[in-house]
């Protein structure tokens, strides 16, 4: 992909002619949707392959949460995440196989803490909730 300086509306890879534009700028320029979700994927499988264990950088961390912010948002009313939750309140991560498995930490109205895991699916790029457990249930 060659990257241009113009400054139009459009793509900023050299000859995209696609005009459905991506909602937010990708290293402070514009993208189509198509290859904003290409580089956005591309530097996050990056990052999640140079990870070894332990807690990932917080740069994957908020690539996980914006990708899931732009891309995957299933909220089901009771189990989501945001793209801060994911950057600033996760832990307890483990990378699988093809992805990762972690916990964030929440406090819902009404519920006091919770602790809800999740998976992460880097083939699918998709998200899965997989329990919740009450604050007093980890202390
Ligand atoms: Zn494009």
């Not at 909220?75 to 945001?82: I, M, Q």
């Not at 832990?91 to 999740?118: H, S």
């Not at 083939?123 to 329990?131: D, G, P």
Request: include cysteine; hydrophobic fraction near 30%; aromatic fraction near 14%.
């Amino acid at each position: 992909m060659e990257i241009t300086n113009n400054s139009n509306c459009g793509c900023s890879i050299n000859g995209c002619n696609n005009r459905d534009m991506a909602l937010n700028y990708w290293d402070g320029k514009r993208y189509c949707a198509e290859h904003y979700e290409i580089l956005l994927c591309g530097e996050l499988e990056m990052l999640w392959r140079k990870w070894e264990e332990g807690d990932p950088p917080n740069r994957l961390r908020y690539l996980i949460g914006r990708y899931h912010t732009e891309f995957d948002r299933n909220y089901d009313g009771e189990h989501f995440l945001t793209q801060a939750i994911v950057r600033d309140r996760s832990f307890n991560w483990e990378k699988t196989k093809y992805g990762a498995i972690f916990t964030v930490m929440r406090q819902p109205l009404k519920k006091g803490l919770v602790y809800d895991t999740w998976r992460f699916d880097i083939l699918k790029m998709s998200f899965t909730f997989l329990r919740q457990r009450k604050g007093e249930e980890v202390a």
